[in-house]
Each structure stands twice: as C-alpha cells, then as structure tokens.
C-alpha cells in the first residue's frame, strides 16, 4: 500500500519559516519524481516545486522561487519543503505527490499534477498578517 504523509504543517506568522516534510511507503522511493503543490480555499492546485529522482534536479514555480527549497532523502525515503519568507497568500493545504520515473533514461520535472499517480493527504499552513 502506497503512501505519502505530510507532516509540518501550523500557523507561522508573517515572514516566519516552516519546514515540510513527506514521507513515503509503500514506493522504491528512488525511483520516484516528487513535487509539491497547494489549494488555498476557492482556488485551484498550483504546482510549487518538483525535484529528480536522485535529489540533482529542481524546479519552482515564480510564486515560490527564492523562498521555498525542495529536497530529498533517498535513504530515509522523505521529501522535504523549506519555506522562508511566508506571506499570507501562501496560506493553503500543501500535498506532496509522487510521478514513477524509474524507467526513464534522464531527468524529468513534472509541473502538471495530472502527472503525478500518488499523493498524500495534504498539511494546513496558515500564515497571518
């Protein structure tokens, strides 16, 4: 059975830091792309930041680039989302998901969530004025 928790949600004030974490099971891990997205109430999911199946590669949307650091830990089969420099308007529930990319020769970063098969069942941030 597959699964990816996230955990380090909660409420941070303005220009605070919180670190995200998922953890999957179930997956061999390293043969997974993994990105991060968010829903904030009324609004679509929005992609914010995808990383290679070995942690070499990373991709961030402009809403989050310079602020956010997506990283991985292939032997502890976790995922992790730094996020600095909080604003209001990041106030959403933030997924981590999970893309097979095993067979692939390269490296590919998926900004679309249609892409990806698993995903977890998501952490509240809230971050006041």
């Known amino acids: 059975q597959v699964q990816l928790v996230e955990s380090g949600g909660g409420l941070v004030q303005a220009g605070g830091s919180l670190r995200l974490s998922c953890a999957a099971s179930?997956?061999?891990?390293?043969?997974?792309?993994m990105g991060w997205f968010r829903q904030a109430p009324g609004k679509e999911r929005e992609f914010l930041a995808a990383i290679s199946r070995a942690g070499s590669k990373t991709y961030y949307s402009d809403s989050v680039k310079g602020r956010f650091t997506v990283s991985r830990d292939n032997a502890e089969n976790t995922m992790y989302l730094e996020m600095t420099s909080l604003k209001p308007e990041d106030t959403a529930i933030y997924y981590c998901a999970a893309h097979y990319d095993g067979s692939y020769i390269g490296i590919r970063l998926k900004t679309n969530g249609d892409d990806y098969t698993y995903w977890g069942q998501g952490t509240q941030v809230t971050v006041s004025s």
């Open positions: 179930g997956i061999t891990f390293s043969s997974y792309g």
